[in-house]
T-cell receptor, first 111, second 114 residues
């Protein structure tokens, strides 16, 4: 089983659609969780941290379910500029340390 | 906004040659990392560095790899005797300050081994 497993994608959605990405992780001792965004051949950029209480940043909502070892990202009212690969990232502790990246889920938003 | 800078952006080398990839982490960060991404594959952890020593490394980071912080600002990754399979994008990252768990990546060095 992969340490971090994401929806394989790709997701092709029209502008304005709501899209959800899922991620599961295998190490129950993992402590920190993130969604990063990566544009083609660019560096990953932090999109948002993920907390058990859930967190929202504008059109983006992230949720963590520790019991199920499951992380989600919801994008509402998707824009053309949301087209990218979304990376689920899990770290073992309070420090970034040996962060484990998922394979990524590619989103294409079409006009 | 402070950023991680990497040089060069592209490096082409012959198999068996040594390369040094350079990074300047964010100035108040204390933790430094190298990750790599082979084309079409996921981002993979190579090594973390704290307090002038390696704190963790992956199985990818074998004896052909080494890291160094030669002065107060630079952080380097050396690959001795490069192999074809070392061709990848190498990302430097740093973390620290108030958000120690969050990684800030440089724009990467694309290494091509011929």
């Amino acid at each position: 089983r992969k340490e971090v497993e994401q929806d394989p994608g790709p997701f092709n959605v029209p502008e304005g659609a709501t899209v959800a990405f899922n991620c599961t992780y295998s190490n129950s001792a993992s402590q920190s969780f993130f969604w990063y965004r990566q544009d083609c051949r660019k560096e990953p950029k932090l999109l948002m941290s993920v907390y058990s209480s859930g967190n929202e940043d504008g059109r983006f909502t992230a949720q963590l379910n520790r019991a199920s070892q499951y992380i989600s990202l919801l994008i509402r009212d998707s824009k053309l500029s949301d087209s990218a690969t979304y990376l689920c990232v899990v770290t073992p502790g309070a420090n970034a340390g040996k962060s484990t990246f998922g394979d990524g889920t590619t989103l294409t938003v079409k006009p | 906004e402070p950023e991680v800078t990497q040089t060069p952006s592209h490096q082409v080398t012959q198999m068996g040659q040594e390369v040094i990839l350079r990074c300047v982490p964010i100035s108040n960060h204390l933790y430094f990392y190298w990750y790599r991404q082979i084309l079409g594959q996921k981002v993979e952890f190579l090594v973390s560095f704290y307090n002038n020593e390696i704190s963790e490394k992956s199985e990818i980071f074998d004896d052909q790899f080494s890291v160094e912080r030669p002065d107060g600002s630079n952080f380097t990754l050396k690959i001795r005797s490069t192999k074809l399979e070392d061709s990848a994008m190498y990302f430097c990252a740093s973390s620290g300050g108030a958000t120690n768990e969050k990684l800030f990546f440089g724009s990467g060095t694309q290494l091509s081994v011929l």
